[in-house]
């Protein structure tokens, strides 16, 4: 019995395996003592082939679940929104930041400039100004400005 089994699971690793064979090596598994490892991998095997079933009948897997995952699972969904939903609004603000950042700076050159073009009118409008001071340098004295000299002969 056990050469047979070992037949049908060589059989079975290499897929070479009918479906009658298969029946036959889960039976004769059933029946000899040892193969630890192979019974354990069929139970696992037909474990996941009912969750298949099940999951088919019902598409809210979250029912199949035990009480207490489920309340795990719908806690950890909850954290993970919060936690996407956190980063995401982070993230805003800093761009929003970042581009009340930018207007503010586009605003204050645009002020500076105003400015300097202020100071080169007010600027030129005292050269201007000057301009009649340039005259006066070639004057000797004050008398020559005031023509001091012709009141004091009258």
Known sequence: MNDRLDQLLEKYWEGASSLSEEEEMKALLEQVPGYEQEKAFFLEVAAIKKLK??????????????PE??????????IAATVILLAGFGFMIQQYQVQQEKEAQAQAYFEVMEAFSLIQQHLHKGERQLEVMDDLKYLNAPHQMFNLNDLQND
């Open 53 to 66: 079933s099940t999951i088919s009948a019902n598409p809210d897997f979250r029912e199949m679940l035990p």
């Open 69 to 78: 995952k489920r309340g795990f699972v719908r806690s950890w969904m909850k």
